[in-house]
């Protein structure tokens, strides 16, 4: 069984490096080739392999040796278990967080106080008749 | 109570501003009767809290479907500090997963009130494993709870 919060803390902590975050942006285009995913980064050859280990070990991209280049591409598991989790809570607290602005918008004294005001200052809908 | 032993966390924070003094905020999020009536998904749903606060002590919010099915959310006071700050544990009862920790800022802002919700999936080494198994389940029930108001 896939430990799902263990993974959670590798995810994170593999997400917590710029450089490993745009290789992941890099390869949300597609497949890519240790040399391109090297490319845009002012580092040597076996940083960026640690890196890609990194991702890897997190299950957020896997590694393929053909002949004597190596590609790489995305896998989506751990990185939409943590967005899963993220978000559903998101939608949750926002909606909680409206639910209670209108409660204290329906409880406010305030307003109470100044609808009294405004019914005390409302003339009657039918005036008195005269006798 | 602290939680130094944190290895590391998925934390989301959410906040909001209320046109509401600091005391009425607070009292909305700690009175049991109160909570009752606001802490509801959609209206589709009713609360019933119960809140005993008090540092080690225990809050229950039952939301229960119109169809009759009850999610209960429970957990345990951390600190409180009224009118401003609340920690407590969160955790689905019934459900695999454990603990995870809730933190409520409430900031007066001149007449206003800032509501900041830090809601943190943390672990340890000993924690690992219990919520290991978590996710699955967790992950599954949520959506049919968290569905957002249309």
Redesign the interface.
Known sequence: ?V????T??VT??ALSDPTRRTILSTLRRGHASVTELARPHDISMPAILKHLNVLEQAGLIEQRKTGRVRMCRLTVGPMQ??A???S?????????????????ER??PEKAKKQENKACRIPPSHPPRRS | MSHTAV????S?V?S?T???SVE??FK??TDAN?LG??????DDYTTQASVDLRVGHEYRIAITHKGGNVHTILGTYHLIDPPRKLVYTWRWEGGPM?DTLVTVDFTPEGEATK?T?T?E?F?NTED??K??????GC?SR??R?????M
């Open positions: 069984m430990k799902y919060s263990a959670l803390d994170f902590s278990a943590a899963d989790w993220l559903l809570y998101r939608v949750f607290w926002e909606n909680q967080l409206d639910n209670l602005g209108r409660f204290l409880t406010d | 290895a590391s966390t998925t989301l959410v909001r209320y046109p509401a009425r905020v909305a999020w109160q009536q606001w802490f509801a998904p959609t454990a509501v919700i809601h999936q672990t690992r494993d919520h290991a198994e978590g996710w699955n992950l949520l959506p709870l968290f569905a957002p108001t």
